[in-house]
């Protein structure tokens, strides 16, 4: 009976030693995680959280540029009123109307519950693009480099905001600083991100860098949002000074000062002190190689778009139909118009339209060179009425030939399009003709849009005898006959009815 209690009380002793054995691990592996695991934020509240940073160092960035340091002669700046927080895409619409109008991009961070039923039509325009076009994004790369007879600044002074390939459509253009005025209203029309090269040798440089700054700082925050400057002067004429990509800009500039741009006269231009040409070519494919997307609008700084050019033409290219389904290479170009100085510039068709029969509009360069920008429809074109499905179309498919054969449109296109030649200038005219006479070669199609167009900043052109230009445009003539286009004959061949 002993024997048989000391087994019982032996079992018993064990297990209990067990037990509480098992339960000291089990609180020990507890502690150690609780100590160790910290809770992983949820993606939606940790972008929240990100978001909020991003527009505390915006607005903290917004009130530095309302200060003016450090002439203690000037009144600090009232604070500027805040815009709306951008979104890491293209913009579709004006900055306090971007609830009333789609938006080029769709927040890709936002789900299908967060999205308005426009917006979530508009991501799948988006998608459709993307799957049409099969393009590849394109990083932002600051870098000096030359470039045959000129040194250039890519991306010297880069937007804010950058872009897939497939968001929105690039406007590139080129200019030196006395054109810069033009910059506001043009990206007023635009409303999508802008590529400008400009030009700006020896003491040019300083003038330009102040009117970027002064651009950035003192202007339509859209300029700092969506604008990329690079800058660019010929190995002879380098400028004294030339700070890194990062070191651009200290401070902010004094807006109560008037920028270089305004009120400048051309013999004040270090350019035109020097007798220097203005390497217009160059400007354009230095612009449009750096553009981020797909489609690109390589045009003239003073001519203003329609109004929602970006989405209505997506929309279009996202439907895939039509002419866009042909083989060929094809490119979409657009009516230009002029206006007397004294018009507002017309934001759609119907106004176009209306201000062609009342003659304060006219063609482009109707009086100085109108079988240059003679577009095949255009009589056409102008009788038919504006359409209200908010799209654009095709309204003919052109060729460069027959009496067009000096046409020189400008149109949206892609980065396969033929460069411009980079040895003419704006002085020496017919700039634009070899690059004409390839796109006719390579039986490029010329998709003319119905609804789309350019307007020419205000004040109609008129012939003016210039005896120094026509001296010039001499000597480009005779270049492109004896050297450009017998180049051109070895590298594209000919076509029937091609010409330059």
């Not at 150690?32 to 607005?59: D, H």
């Not at 005025?181 to 030009?199: E, F, R, T």
């Not at 067009?404 to 020496?428: C, K, M, N, Q």
């Not at 180049?487 to 061949?493: D, S």
Request: with cysteine; net charge neutral.
């Amino acid at each position: 009976m002993y024997a048989s209690k000391k087994t019982f009380f032996i079992k018993v002793l064990l297990v209990a030693c067990c037990v509480y054995f098992g339960v000291m691990i089990f609180e020990g592996h507890r502690t150690a995680n609780e100590q160790q695991i910290v809770p992983e934020e949820a993606p939606v509240q940790a972008a929240e959280r990100n978001l909020e940073a991003v527009e505390e160092n915006r607005a903290a960035k917004m009130e530095a540029r309302a200060i003016i340091p450090p002439d203690n002669s000037q009144p600090a700046a009232e604070p500027q009123e805040q815009p709306p927080p951008p979104s890491s895409s293209a913009v579709g619409g004006d900055a306090s109307t971007l609830k009333e109008q789609p938006r080029a991009v769709v927040d890709e961070t936002e789900t299908e519950d967060q999205l308005s039923e426009e917006d979530r039509r508009y991501r799948a325009v988006l998608e459709k693009v993307r799957t049409v076009t099969d393009c590849l994004d394109r990083p932002v790369l600051p870098k000096t480099q030359q470039r045959g007879d000129y040194w250039v600044l890519y991306n010297y002074v880069p937007a804010e905001r950058s872009f897939r390939c497939h968001e929105t459509i690039t406007y590139t253009t080129h200019a030196d600083y006395s054109f810069m005025d033009n910059l506001v209203p043009l990206l007023d029309h635009w409303k999508g991100p802008i590529s400008v090269a400009l030009h700006a040798p020896g003491a040019d440089f300083k003038n330009t860098l102040d009117s970027i700054a002064y651009l950035r700082d003192c202007t339509d925050p859209l300029v700092r949002e969506l604008v990329t400057f690079h800058v660019y002067f010929s190995t002879k004429h380098v400028p004294k000074e030339v700070p890194k990509h990062n070191s651009v800009f200290n401070g902010f500039f004094n807006c109560s000062v008037q920028p270089p741009y305004a009120n400048v006269t051309n013999e004040q231009m270090y350019k035109t002190q020097k007798n220097l040409l203005y390497p217009v070519n160059v400007g354009r494919n230095i612009a449009r190689e750096t553009a981020q997307t797909h489609f690109i609008l390589p045009s003239d700084i003073e001519l203003y778009p329609s109004a929602n050019v970006i989405p209505q033409f997506l929309s279009m290219i996202a439907e895939n139909k039509g002419p866009l389904l042909s083989k060929n290479p094809k490119v979409y170009p657009l009516h230009i118009f002029e206006v007397s100085a004294s018009s507002q510039v017309p934001e759609n068709k119907t106004a176009l339209l209306e201000m062609l029969r009342n003659g304060t509009a006219i063609p482009f360069h109707k009086k100085v060179c109108p079988e240059c920008h003679a577009v095949p429809k255009s009589k056409e074109w102008q009788q038919q009425k504006e359409t209200t499905d908010g799209r654009l179309h095709v309204f003919h498919v052109g060729k460069r030939i027959g009496r067009f054969v000096h046409w020189e449109p400008i149109f949206i296109g892609t980065h396969a399009d033929p460069l411009y030649d980079e040895r003419l200038s704006w002085e020496g005219k017919s700039d634009k003709m070899t690059q004409g006479y390839i796109l006719c070669v390579m039986d490029y199609n010329f998709l003319i849009l119905d609804n789309a167009f350019l307007v020419h900043k205000p004040g109609i052109k008129v012939y003016k005898k210039d005896a120094k230009r026509d001296m010039l445009a001499g000597k480009t003539r005779r270049l492109i006959k004896k050297i450009i286009f017998p180049e051109l004959k070895v590298l594209y061949k000919t076509r029937k009815g091609c010409a330059v």
